[in-house]
């Protein structure tokens, strides 16, 4: 034999072996279907774990799908389109219904949450009588609800709250066609441009611990029932990403903005990215284990409760288990 016809057969040979690695490596890749809103304080992990290659890293293809609401989410999930989702404080609506089981906490959405005015509002008290554009059954509403009745205002009988998506809430603010929007950021990026005048009145950080909310990862029923080591694998890539942005912060949030988030000017998005309270992994444990993750996620849930009229309601202790979560990221 040759020695050009032995290298090229040698060359074969490792080209043959590279692809075999390559096919067993997407062989064992498992993919997921992952729905997600596209806001920093819900997608800030996905992205940040995709950029640094944890979930490759740990055998995880997700196939990401954008939603515009957490409402739209659960729904896509119930019906058998999406494996899991994350969102924000409708994680504690749909389970709490028995629909889809919560397994990992993002953050708190400290101060995403935003009710903005005209300027002929001056006060909360201002605002009785008038129309608040928001979308229902969301982050944003358990907010405002909050914040109604913190101004001894009736959300059912001293307000009208009007139910859109939240595009066209903060359109309906900026046309003038109602004084008043809560939000989430970054929606607020469109109103401190469109409407120079308009002023935030009052945001959630207020609120917080007592109404704190969460945003966080359910699965459908059936899925977490028979993929636990599945979900276990996904809570390691993004405990990653996660530390990632509590230790480099700065490096992450650049990360994200380049990315994901070029319409929204740096230096605002640092300060959006603010509004958010973020936990490294080993503090989240200790949430986790003393209870408090499932408190924050009960007293969310006691208002969907109340606001959707949930009969036999599921409780936080029940739909949330820590467990996995706890064997992950150890002691």
Do not use: C
């Not at 389109?81 to 906490?105: E, Y």
């Not at 609800?145 to 001894?152: I, N, P, S, Y």
């Amino acid at each position: 034999m040759t020695l050009r016809r032995r290298t090229l057969i040698q060359a074969g040979v490792t080209a043959s072996l590279a692809g075999f690695g390559s096919v067993l490596r997407a062989q064992t890749s498992s993919k997921l279907r992952v729905g997600y809103l596209h806001t920093p304080a819900v997608d800030g992990q996905i992205f940040i774990g995709q950029q640094m290659g944890s979930f490759a890293k740990h055998g995880l293809d997700l196939e990401l799908r954008k939603f515009t609401t957490g409402l739209e989410l659960f729904q896509a999930m119930i019906g058998g389109s999406l494996d899991v989702l994350s969102t924000g404080a409708v994680v504690s609506n749909f389970p709490a219904r028995g629909q889809g089981k919560v397994f990992l906490m993002n953050n708190i959405e400290y101060a995403t949450a935003q009710l903005w005015v005209s300027s002929d509002i001056k006060s909360m008290a201002d605002l009785k009588g008038k129309k608040i554009s928001t979308t229902t059954g969301t982050t944003a509403h358990v907010f405002l609800d909050r914040a109604l009745r913190a101004a001894k205002l009736d959300p059912a009988s001293d307000v009208q709250i009007v139910n859109q998506r939240m595009s066209e809430a903060v359109t309906s603010f900026v046309s003038g066609a109602v004084p008043a929007v809560a939000l989430w950021v970054p929606f607020d990026t469109t109103v401190r441009e469109k409407v120079p005048n308009a002023r935030m009145l009052v945001d959630a950080s207020k609120f917080f611990p007592e109404a704190a909310i969460m945003g966080g990862w359910a699965a459908n029923n059936d899925f977490y029932d028979r993929n636990q080591p599945l979900l276990s694998k996904l809570i390691a890539a993004w405990v990653e990403a996660n530390d990632a942005i509590v230790n480099d912060t700065d490096k992450s949030v650049a990360m994200l903005q380049k990315t994901q988030y070029e319409q929204v000017p740096l230096e605002q998005f640092k300060q959006q990215f603010t509004f958010s309270k973020y936990y490294s992994s080993r503090e989240w444990r200790s949430k986790y284990a003393d209870g408090t993750a499932t408190r924050w996620l009960q007293q969310v849930s006691d208002f969907f409760v109340k606001y959707g009229n949930i009969a036999n309601p599921v409780p936080a202790e029940k739909y949330f288990n820590p467990k996995l979560y706890l064997e992950v990221v150890k002691a």
